[in-house]
């Protein structure tokens, strides 16, 4: 096993952390020997937990279980081939602006194929073309730029998964001016198994936000974490053994002086690791759950 710390990356948005019980205020006071040595307690018992947590998935059925499902781990949302060729369009398609000017198809098979390589496989419920588009289209443009969906129809795509490339079913919609289609994966992801482990509220950690980027061939992954107005940043501690990757978030470098506010700063990081993700689990140490993968500038994770 091996344990490991993050490097920090850039700063990418403001959150609220009522629900994470902090104060509305409280001191940002310099740091003493007494302060130092808490610091060291606190990540031997973050060490701790992490080795807790990894014991308790390696080799678990909840593991067996995770392995053996669909979790996307790139988005399930695809532009047609080549991108988005004006800025009105690109505007569009982040907006969710989009005209149907087609039928939607009433029918779908019940289940698809998630077909991975080496042609192993695995069924799925798919959604409906209507709960696709949903997903797709804000529907309301209010005269701005939009995207004309002018046929549907079930296909399929490529995307990232934690197994590796995956060739999923897939809702196909043609735009007007484009050769090639808007995709949204119509598999329906698993549902992450029940831990083995619970969550612990003993340790002065916040949770891992979501993953921005995972491969099970990078030696890396890149995920969102938090941290209050008067701590500097954030770092992840990694703990590593072959059957998982438990990944402890913590502070760094709180700040001398002032008030602290029910604020927090969401901050991107990257994880350099031993060896391949492979199909280990990426786990949590504070909710001892899966870390959620979650695109870019989508309102939630791809499955949770």
């Known amino acids: 096993m091996r344990i490991g710390r993050s490097n920090s990356a850039r700063l990418i948005a403001m959150a609220v952390l009522a629900a994470l019980g902090l104060g509305a205020t409280s001191g940002c006071g310099s740091r003493t020997s007494g302060d130092q040595q808490e610091a060291h307690a606190t990540a031997e018992a973050v060490g701790d937990r992490a080795q807790k947590v990894a014991e308790a998935w390696d080799d678990s059925a909840a593991a067996a279980t995770w392995r053996a499902g669909y979790h996307p781990m790139s988005d399930v949302t695809q532009p047609p081939q080549g991108g988005l060729r004006s800025q009105a369009d690109k505007e569009a398609y982040r907006n969710r602006n989009l005209v149907l000017r087609a039928e939607l198809p009433a029918t779908r098979p019940k289940n698809g194929q998630v077909v991975w390589s080496g042609g192993r496989s695995l069924s799925r419920p798919?959604?409906?073309?209507?709960?696709?588009?949903?997903?797709?289209?804000?529907?309301?443009?209010?005269?701005?730029?939009?995207?004309?969906?002018?046929?549907?129809?079930?296909?399929?795509?490529?995307?990232?998964?934690?197994?590796?490339?995956?060739?999923?079913?897939?809702?196909?919609?043609?735009?007007?001016?484009?050769?090639?289609?808007?995709?949204?994966?119509?598999?329906?992801?698993?549902?992450?198994?029940?831990?083995?482990?619970?969550?612990?509220?003993?340790?002065?950690?916040?949770?891992?936000?979501?993953?921005?980027?995972?491969?099970?061939?990078?030696?890396?992954?890149?995920?969102?974490?938090?941290?209050?107005?008067?701590?500097?940043?954030?770092?992840?501690?990694?703990?590593?053994?072959r059957g998982s990757v438990v990944l402890s978030a913590s502070v760094m470098n709180r700040k001398d002086g002032g008030l602290c506010t029910k604020q927090a700063k969401l901050q991107q990081v990257t994880v350099k690791l031993d060896r391949p993700v492979d199909d280990r689990v990426l786990l949590d140490a504070k909710t001892g759950l899966p870390v959620p993968y979650r695109p870019e500038g989508e309102p939630s994770p791809t499955w949770s």
């Open 126 to 241: 798919l959604l409906s073309a209507d709960e696709a588009y949903k997903a797709l289209s804000s529907g309301n443009t209010d005269g701005k730029p939009y995207l004309t969906v002018t046929g549907v129809r079930l296909g399929e795509m490529t995307i990232s998964t934690s197994r590796g490339p995956a060739t999923v079913p897939a809702w196909t919609f043609t735009l007007e001016g484009y050769d090639s289609p808007l995709k949204r994966a119509a598999a329906i992801p698993s549902k992450p198994p029940k831990s083995p482990i619970g969550r612990t509220g003993d340790l002065p950690a916040y949770r891992l936000h979501h993953l921005v980027r995972m491969k099970p061939e990078s030696r890396s992954v890149s995920l969102v974490t938090m941290h209050g107005v008067c701590e500097e940043s954030s770092s992840v501690d990694v703990f590593e053994t």
